[in-house]
């Protein structure tokens, strides 16, 4: 998610500085238990929600057992409590895979990588009767290596089945018709901007048939 962000100048010698506001980690934290959402209030069950450090010993706990299970090894685990990354459709996840790459010159090399979002998790726990956080953490992370193995395969049918069931809910919110206008104007706008970008290549292609052409 975009940070706000302010320029400060030096007083003596004029220096510009761009700064995040507020800086990270600026402002004390408080546990999200603490924040005023009335309506999950109004919801919320006799077990409260585990804590940041419970949360992550129930995840690392589920993903030895998974790991051990799907037989995978080397792929960092990271438990994140900011705010969550969303799907194509704009539903803020549990979990994602981020597949590992050769590092080069200005970065290291990248292990694959499995993300749990806190938040999502608890969100959902405040909202959904009947969630249940052990089951759920387990779930997303097989789902996760599912992914790993997947790539590490070649073709992902799983990303292929959820990109397909984010366009079936699109269309439901907007109608076929709808959807199929707006594949055409991101079509359109596509094809624009690869003429923008590669004119001058063609411009060069078209000069030497020309040329290959007269002396001919």
Known sequence: MPRLGAVHRCGECGARNDL???????????????????????????????????????VRAA???????????????????????????????????????????????????????????????????????????????DHEITHHLHFLSGPDPLDDEEQAEIERERAGLVGRREGTRRAARGLLADLAGFARATWPVWLVVAGGTALAWCAG
């Open 63 to 141: 993903a030895e057992r998974v790991y051990s299970q799907r037989g995978v090894r080397n792929v960092d685990l990271f438990i994140d409590d900011d705010v969550p990354l969303c799907d194509d459709g704009g539903e803020p996840l549990l979990g994602c895979y981020t597949p590992g790459g050769p590092g080069g010159d200005s970065e290291p090399t990248r292990a694959p990588e499995v993300r749990i979002f806190y938040r999502t998790f608890r969100d959902c726990f405040l909202h959904e009767p009947g969630f249940d956080v052990d089951a759920e953490i387990e779930e997303t992370l």
């Open 20 to 58: 995040d506001v507020p800086l990270s980690r600026e402002l004390p934290r408080a546990p999200l238990d603490d924040v005023a959402i009335p309506a999950a209030r109004a919801r919320r069950r006799e077990r409260a929600f585990p804590d940041l450090d419970a949360f992550e010993s129930k």
